[in-house]
């Protein structure tokens, strides 16, 4: 009876630790690297690898403008309005949306890092 408490007390604990880490952008960031923009998760884990060469077109839109389908990945906060739409030219998932604290800024970034592969 005490385990079974102690773990669901556990669970509970860890649900409102992921939930807040969430909400306040600590559960996802955003690399922008010399060839791709990875996707970390808990500030060490590479859950997702974007190279450059793959992106087709990148640009940031509002909330209004996301439709749902079977091709696009929502990374990140998605109460945020700062969106960020990553068009692939390969793989199955063809769209990705990310949720970077600063779009703009996310995007002078990208913006500077393509520039220095030319």
Do not use: C
């Amino acid at each position: 009876m005490n385990l079974i408490f102690f773990l669901s007390i556990l669970a509970a604990l860890l649900g409102l630790l992921v939930t807040f880490l969430a909400l306040t952008g600590g559960l996802y960031a955003y690399r922008i690297g010399n060839k791709s923009i990875e996707v970390v998760l808990f500030k060490f884990w590479t859950a997702l690898d974007i190279p450059f060469d793959d992106i087709e077109s990148i640009r940031k839109v509002r909330r209004s403008e996301l439709k749902p389908d079977l091709q696009t990945m929502r990374i990140g906060n998605s109460l945020s309005s700062q969106k960020v739409l990553i068009k692939r030219h390969s793989g199955r998932i063809k769209k990705i949306v990310l949720t970077p604290p600063d779009a703009e800024d996310f995007l002078k970034q990208v913006y500077q890092a393509l520039m220095s592969l030319i």
